[in-house]
Every structure is written in C-alpha cells, then in structure tokens.
C-alpha cells in the first residue's frame, strides 16, 4: 500500500499531468492540487513506468471508467453499483480509499468524462504491459456484465476501449464470452460448455491446445505477475479468484476428456 501514501500525500502531483492528473486532483484535493498546479515545472514522462505511479494510474482509471460504464446506458443500476462495491470490498480498502474511489467512480459518470484521453494515458503509464492492460480491461467488462445485460451503448464504449488500448473487437467478444461463463463458475454451476469458453477453446482442440491455452491464462494472470507489473496490491483478490475460475474450467475439461 506504498503507493497510497505517495497518492494523498500530493507527491504524485509532480509527474502526474494530463487528464488523470485533473480526476485525481479533483478526487484527493489538498495537497495534490498544489503540486498538480506546479507539474508544468516538470517534464510529464519523468519516472513514467515506476510501480507505485502505475499503481495509482491503475487505481484511478478502473474506478473513473467503470462509473463510465455503468452510466453508458444512460442509468446506473443498482447491479452496477453493487458490482463497484463489491470490488471496492474485495480490495479491503481504507476509509480513505474507498472514498476516493468513489468520487472517481462519480467523475466516470459525468458527460464530459475524457474517456478516450484517460485511457490514452493510462496505456502509456502502464508501458504497453498487456496482461496489465487486460485485467483493467476483464473488470470493465465485468462491470458491463454485473446487471446480467450488455447495452448497445456499453458494448460500443468496450469496443472504443478495447480498440484504444490495443485490443481487436474479436478479443473483446473472447473476453466477454470468458467473464459470462466466469460468472457461472463463481456460482459454483460451471457447465462443460462454459469451461470451454473461459479457456477460449473448443471441444475440438486437442489436449496439448487445451493445456496451452490453460498455461497462458495463468501466466497472464497470476497474481504475482501482475502486482510487480503494476496491480495494486488490493486488488489481488480479484487476480487470485480469476486464476481459481481459470483452473476450475481445466479440471472440469480434463475429467471430460
């Protein structure tokens, strides 16, 4: 939780600029507005890439656009916020910390929410590092999931997403069809079919495919891996559970094969 206290000290202040400077200025105050207003004294890219920088930028983006998300069809459901409060839960964040993800998750929710700079940003914070990236991008889209439909408008502000952060709309629809049946699993009713899906496999793929496929998503998303790429620590639970649902869908093919 290192980053934190960098975060409402006001030290990130002196190389966050941009849009996400402003939503975290807007959300912590204090002394981050006073070193936000003197960041044009400092070159932006400074540091850029550093693990507590790319924890806060993390932090900050998840939360502004999963409130973006959710108002994409024009109403926030109660499933939606449940679904923000529920990560917020899972992480065990402070007092402190919730609250601010809160205001970000308000800031997300406003009509001029600079979606395409934030993300534009966030993706050069997190230098490219692409599992990084696809959590980020898996929790927006299990926000999208959280009220058990997918509007026209939410699939198309996933598909700018994705398509911003350097994914094809062919990934978005695996990604989706991964966290439907991840829901599933998480219920404790994973079908053979929904196994399938998680590990973006088929019934036709042979043992070695399967097994591929099921290394790889562990790798891209083991826990360890992606804290020391940039997840904050709170949010390992969520990487921890994913790696469960992952290994759940593989035991289940293996006893069918």
Not at 24 to 34: E, P, Q, Y
Not at 35 to 48: A, E, H, I, T, Y
Not at 65 to 75: C, E, T, Y
Not at 122 to 132: A, I, P, S, V
Request: proline share 2%.
């Amino acid at each position: 939780m290192a980053w934190w206290g960098t975060f409402i000290g006001g030290t990130l202040g002196f190389v966050f600029g941009g849009p996400l400077g402003a939503l975290i200025g807007a959300a912590v105050g204090g002394n981050f507005d006073r070193g936000l207003k003197m960041s044009g004294q400092f070159d932006p890219n400074v540091d850029r890439g550093n693990q507590e920088r790319v924890q806060a930028a993390f932090f900050t983006t998840t939360f502004s656009v999963m409130g973006h998300v959710a108002k994409a069809d024009g109403h926030v459901s109660a499933q939606e916020i449940s679904a923000a409060k529920n990560i917020m839960t899972q992480m065990q964040l402070s007092a402190q910390q919730r609250q601010a993800a809160i205001k970000f998750f308000d800031q997300g929710k406003l009509d001029n929410f600079p979606l395409v700079e934030i993300l534009q940003q966030f993706k050069k914070e997190c230098h490219g590092r692409r599992n990084l990236i696809q959590m980020f991008v898996e929790i927006q889209i299990a926000t999208a999931l959280a009220d058990g439909k997918v509007d026209a408008s939410e699939k198309r502000i996933l598909y700018t997403i994705g398509e911003i952060l350097g994914f094809s709309r062919s990934q978005i629809d695996h990604l989706f069809n991964m966290e439907n049946a991840s829901g599933a699993s998480t219920s404790g009713s994973l079908t053979l079919t929904q196994a399938y899906k998680i590990l973006g496999v088929s019934k036709d793929s042979s043992e070695a495919e399967i097994k591929k496929a099921y290394r790889r998503l562990m790798s891209q998303h083991h826990p360890d891996k992606l804290v020391s790429k940039g997840l904050p620590d709170e949010m390992i639970q969520l990487a921890t559970e994913k790696t469960q649902e992952i290994r759940k869908a593989y035991d289940l093919i293996k006893k069918s094969i």
